[in-house]
């Protein structure tokens, strides 16, 4: 068969179709939740350019519990930003659920922001004169969900993290772990592809934070995929696999469960 007749290579097509975040029917686009290859992060400083993140790879299946940590400067809050897709890597390429997001717009990024991630902050990100149930609403609200709907799929996401009877409380009439709780069932009302939780505990007493991550255990094992980014190593142990990152790089990898 002469060249001219033969099909276009397959590296040909991934190069064209990747570009634009397709999913492709071939191994051009990971099988995995979250796949990351060769992500680095660099800041310009003046005339000194400052590596966040050095050519870090990893790859997060569907339904897997993981722990990010690493101690302050070690790059695992910029990692948490480019999951998240709150920020775009300098290099390398990042695909979630089969898209390429590390090549989309602002625009694009918020789409893929409201649709495939939930996002938990250590400071609840509340509203203080919403009740826990239109907090919860507010995702639905920008996804263009009916009101009907809305307040239906929000009492279900507040029962499922056991705040049924605080639906119509406002914040400041609440504690700090059923604060986390709204917030939680926030992340979860638009049935994510991933939860995403920036040190979910920071804020919470020692009793508090192990009610907390009992609840994310519980998420976990009803197949929510599951990502925390910790600098405390009892919070990263009760993940099932654990990534340790320091000087913009990935130390270690290991399932611990």
Not at 71 to 77: A, I, L, N, W
Request: hydrophobic letters at 40%.
């Amino acid at each position: 068969m002469s060249d001219a007749t033969m099909a276009t290579p397959p590296s040909v097509v991934e190069a064209g179709a990747l570009e634009h975040g397709d999913l492709l029917a071939h191994d051009a686009v990971p099988a995995a939740l979250i796949s990351m290859r060769d992500i680095w992060k660099t800041y310009q400083m003046g005339s000194e350019e400052l590596h966040a993140l050095r050519g870090v790879s990893f790859d997060v299946q569907r339904g897997e519990y993981m722990a990010i940590i690493g101690p302050s400067g070690s790059g695992k809050s910029t990692l948490m930003n480019l999951i998240g897709c709150l920020d775009t890597p300098s290099q390398g390429r990042y695909w979630i659920n089969g898209k390429l997001v590390s090549a989309m717009d602002d625009d694009e990024l918020a789409r893929i922001r409201n649709k495939e991630i939930g996002f938990v902050f250590q400071t609840f990100n509340l509203l203080a004169r919403a009740t826990a149930l239109h907090n919860v609403e507010l995702p639905l609200i920008y996804a263009g969900i009916s009101s009907a709907d809305r307040h239906e799929r929000a009492r279900q996401s507040l029962a499922s993290v056991e705040l049924t009877d605080r639906m119509t409380h406002r914040p400041n009439e609440l504690s700090g772990g059923q604060r986390q709780r709204v917030a939680i069932a926030r992340a979860l009302v638009n049935h994510p592809s991933l939860l995403l939780a920036d040190e979910p505990t920071g804020a919470l007493d020692s009793h508090t934070s192990v009610e907390i991550m009992n609840l994310f255990e519980k998420l976990h094992s009803d197949g929510n995929t599951i990502i925390v980014v910790t600098h405390e190593p009892d919070i990263a142990a009760r993940a099932h696999r654990v990534i340790s990152i320091r000087d913009g790089q990935i130390e270690r990898d290991e399932r611990i469960k």
